[in-house]
């Protein structure tokens, strides 16, 4: 029984290295990490983006009186974000709406991730299709189709873009 342990073993950690949906390159301009493809949020949370990420997710302060008209509206919302690890707008506004969604305790792990680089593809096709023209782009669903989305930078604020997405 023993024997056949440890192939096993084997086997599953290289389908587990190799059935990876993303991968972390240099950026081709600035030599920094740059992620492609699927990716989950750990792998922005608590990788080579930490600091980054954590000074923006501590230092902002959601609008609390919009986060209450929030409450309870994203329970059948799901996310699309297609997102450059290497751009300014990317590093700002994740975080940030990590930080919001996280106060409304919504589950940022069924977040769906796409890392692209400056032409907006991953490591395959994720983005096709998504019209995508500038990052980070979230997009939101409900029932499976779409019902809004932020590109680059909130019209007013996050909190208030949601809200009025969420209001339509």
Avoid: H
């Amino acid at each position: 029984m023993l024997k056949y342990l440890i192939p096993i073993a084997i086997i599953i950690t290289t389908i587990q290295i190799y059935s990876q949906d993303y991968k972390i390159i240099p950026e081709e301009k600035s030599g920094e990490p740059l992620i492609l493809g699927y990716c989950p949020a750990s792998i922005i949370i608590d990788s080579l983006f930490k600091d980054t990420w954590t000074i923006e997710y501590n230092n902002y302060q959601p609008d609390f009186e919009n986060l209450d008209s929030l409450e309870g509206k994203l329970d059948n919302i799901t996310f699309k974000i297609v997102f450059r690890s290497t751009c300014s707008d990317s590093r700002e506004q994740l975080p940030r709406l990590f930080k919001i969604l996280n106060e409304l305790n919504y589950d940022v792990n069924s977040i769906t991730l796409i890392g692209v680089n400056r032409e907006k593809q991953g490591l395959s096709n994720e983005a096709e299709g998504l019209e995508i023209e500038l990052v980070p782009t979230i997009i939101f669903y409900k029932d499976g189709s779409e019902i809004g989305r932020i590109v680059e930078t909130p019209a007013e604020s996050l909190e208030k873009d949601i809200l009025q997405i969420m209001e339509k």
